[in-house]
């Protein structure tokens, strides 16, 4: 028994000591055969810069679609979820209303045409009737005139035959009485003549005396004293008469005439009643149109989904009422919101990839909004569409989808793997070989893409940073590259 444990002890002893050599040659291995790091030489090459973030899919922005024209639906066609294409029937209408309209917007137009026309054709004779009322205005006028000047003269004549008449008159009297008077001194001197030759001288006197008296007095007796001669008198009769058709005429023109001038339209006013016919003109083509329209029904703009129907059938819907809302089979893009760090480095026109699941799709940036957005996270970002190179790629709207923007390339500039950078409060940092040794180096960094950083300062050209996962407790220890 003694020998056996003595034997056994021996045994524990021997393994411990074995167990002691180990470990001082693993430690003397750790200390002079330094554990190997992957590396890489800091070297100068092209970084494109690239922006990753996760977007969803979408597409075209929903339409919604509108009833063209007023009337009752006799048929919706399509429900929500249903796939429809361009130019589908969506709703069809009930066409008595819209033939009601056409007769209406027809019949109106022919009132007005034929009120148009009727007017013209009143304006017509009535301007006629203006224009023979002043043609006959004027040549009755010009009778007139003529009439009245013939008056005149036959007034003057007779006054002038008056006044001659009792100027002879009066002549002849006044002799008449001048030879009166001398025969009675006449017959003085014969009544007391004395001797034979006195008395007959007397006698001679009064006689002479009494012949021109005589003579006088038929001389009166024949002046002439009637105003016109029978010819004149039949002629101033004939005038008078003449005057009176005349002016019967004249009356009867002047109220021929204001009538016509009062019935006569304007041509302000026919322009009213042609533009009466131009705007019935128009409701007759609107209601046509409607009617063709309704005839045709409502077709499908583009090719989508009805995620909306807004009406059924039977509904009585007026124009511009909505239909259904559709979300169209094209257009497919991503939108991602970029932050205020990454929004300066993307340009309308870059070129992008969209991956979804294990397919990675070419795509290029399509528009950048001019207003910054509140996101989930309650911070500020700006919405950028990305759409697919390929347009025949149409994925299910609202999925994820990881959405990367390349930037512009930066050629011949310092750059490293982006797995020798890492960031803490201080900024970026790498590790770098110096001697043999692990050193921290802080650097700054420019564009990164393609797997690549650019360094801006920090290490230079042909420098060695590690790759492989280091710590801060690995400072100062030796390693080599692998």
């Known amino acids: 028994m003694k020998v056996k444990e003595m034997f056994r002890t021996k045994k524990k002893q021997c393994i411990a000591f074995i167990v002691v050599c180990v470990g001082i040659v693993g430690l003397l291995a750790y200390n002079l055969i330094p554990d190997s790091v992957d590396v890489d030489t ?41 796939a429809v294409k361009e130019g589908d029937i969506l709703v069809k209408y009930d066409l008595t209303s819209f033939e009601e309209n056409l007769n209406t917007a027809s019949a109106n137009k022919k009132y007005y045409q034929d009120g148009y026309n009727a007017a013209v054709e009143k304006n017509n004779e009535y301007k006629a009737m203006l224009n023979k009322a002043t043609v006959e205005g004027d040549a009755t006028k010009k009778n007139y005139v003529s009439l009245m000047e013939a008056r005149d003269r036959l007034m003057i004549t007779q006054e002038s035959r008056n006044q001659s008449a009792q100027y002879n008159l009066n002549r002849l009297e006044a ?9 009675q001194v006449a017959e003085a001197e014969l009544e007391s003549a004395e001797g034979e030759s006195a008395i007959n001288d007397a006698k001679n006197k009064v006689k002479s005396l009494e012949s021109q008296i005589s003579s006088n007095r038929t001389a009166i007796i024949s002046v002439d004293t009637r105003n016109m ?25 002047k109220e021929n005439e204001n009538i016509a001038k009062q019935a006569v339209v304007s041509n302000s006013q026919l322009a009213q009643y042609a533009d009466s016919i131009e705007v019935a003109k128009i409701q007759e083509n609107q209601a046509s149109r409607a009617l063709d329209t309704a005839k045709t029904g409502l077709m499908a703009s583009c090719d989508g989904t009805i995620t909306e129907k807004l009406v059924d059938t039977g509904s009585f819907v007026e124009a511009g009422t909505p239909l259904f809302i559709i979300q169209p089979s094209s257009g497919y893009k991503a939108k991602v919101m970029i932050s205020r760090f990454d929004i300066g480095k993307i340009a309308v026109g870059q070129d992008a990839s969209i991956t979804i699941g294990d397919t990675t799709y070419e795509a290029k940036v399509e528009s950048i909004s001019p207003l910054a ?42 750059t490293t793997s982006d797995k020798a950078v890492y960031t803490d409060d201080n900024g970026d940092y790498v590790y770098v070989l110096e001697k043999g040794k692990i050193a921290r180096r802080n650097i700054t960094c420019g564009a990164r893409g393609n797997g690549l950083v650019e360094i801006v300062e920090g290490v230079n050209e042909n420098e060695k940073v590690i790759t492989s996962p280091v710590t801060e407790d690995d400072i100062g220890t030796r390693r080599i590259a692998n």
């Open 42 to 82: 800091v070297k100068k090459s092209s970084v494109r810069a690239s922006v990753t973030e996760v977007g969803n899919i979408a597409a075209d922005d929903a339409i919604t679609v509108y009833s063209p024209v007023a009337g009752k639906l006799s048929d919706v066609l399509y429900k929500n979820y249903d």
């Open 175 to 183: 002799q008449l009485a001048s030879l009166n008077a001398q025969l």
């Open 373 to 414: 957005e509140v996101d989930s996270s309650n911070k500020p970002k700006v919405k950028v569409y990305v759409s697919f190179v390929d347009k025949t790629v149409q994925p299910t709207i609202g999925l994820e989808a990881d959405v990367k923007i390349y930037a512009q390339e930066k050629k011949d500039v310092l």
């Open 229 to 253: 001669t029978m010819e004149e008198y039949n002629s101033y009769l004939e005038i008078l008469r003449l005057l009176d058709i005349v002016d019967k005429a004249w009356n009867e023109n």
